[in-house]
């Protein structure tokens, strides 16, 4: 079984440019969530999905974050304007439902300069 | 409030050494609980879960975990580490309540095994 894919794995912006993230979970995974984690922290959620709707997004600062799962499989993230304080790895993660096991994609490093 | 802490931030130790990594939580009902690990670049991998049974739960790769509910810890364990054990590894916890499988993670130890 293919495991989550994501892309870029990597990003450099200047302060004020948008940036989109894609993630392709395991086939079969109806929930997909995405997490921010800043340097030598712990992910921290931004936002989940069930199938193609958001089930809590009160993490995603949502003046310049945005994020779909339009057909209930793949998913993007955007940043509309990144700020200095975006500089974190964004990463996906896909499970079933009522399982409690999550599986990571490889993540994308945004560096915000 | 639901808080994961990992009490240490970076652990060494010699190959073949055992090894202890602290989580303590807080949180007031019940919670589902699990240790991923991270290597160098990589994203989060599943080690393994709690939820109910036997308090001490066996993961892949020779590591264990123990729950204990008088000290709202479960404190992941190995005998003998490998050199490439050496990564960061994370405790996290789910409310069961509304089954959303949300997990909050504490901040890592990074685990650095010396030959």
Redesign the interface.
């Known amino acids: 079984e293919a495991g989550v894919t994501q892309s870029p794995r990597y990003a450099v912006l200047q302060e004020g440019q948008a940036v989109s993230f894609w993630c392709d979970p395991i086939s079969g995974h109806d929930t997909l969530y995405w997490y921010q984690q800043p340097r030598d922290q712990g992910p921290q959620l931004l936002v989940y999905f069930r199938d193609e709707a958001v089930i809590d997004n009160s993490q995603l600062p949502s003046d310049r974050f945005s994020a779909v799962r339009p057909k209930g499989t793949n998913s993007t993230l955007k940043i509309q304007s990144a700020k200095q304080g975006d500089t974190a790895t964004y990463l996906c993660a896909s499970s079933r439902l009522g399982v409690y096991e999550q599986y990571f994609g490889p993540g994308t490093r945004l560096t915000v300069l | 409030t639901q808080t994961?802490s990992q009490s240490d931030a970076h652990v060494t130790v010699f190959e073949g050494d055992s090894v202890e990594l602290r989580c303590n939580y807080s949180y007031g009902g019940s919670i589902?609980l699990?240790w991923?690990i991270q290597h160098h670049?990589?994203?989060?991998?599943?080690l393994l879960?709690y939820?109910s049974g036997n308090p001490v739960v066996q993961g892949v790769n020779g590591f264990e975990a123990e729950f204990s509910k008088s000290d709202s810890s479960f404190h992941l364990r190995k005998a003998s580490v490998h050199w490439s054990d050496s990564a960061v590894y994370?405790c996290?916890v789910?409310p069961i309540t509304g089954?959303?499988?949300?997990?909050?993670?504490?901040?890592?130890t990074t685990l650095q095994v010396q030959p």
């Not at chain 2, 670049?41 to 599943?46: A, K, S, Y």
């Not at chain 2, 089954?99 to 890592?108: C, P, R, S």
């Open positions: 994961v589902y699990s991923y670049g990589h994203g989060l991998q599943f879960k939820y994370f996290a789910s089954n959303t499988g949300k997990l909050i993670f504490g901040l890592g």
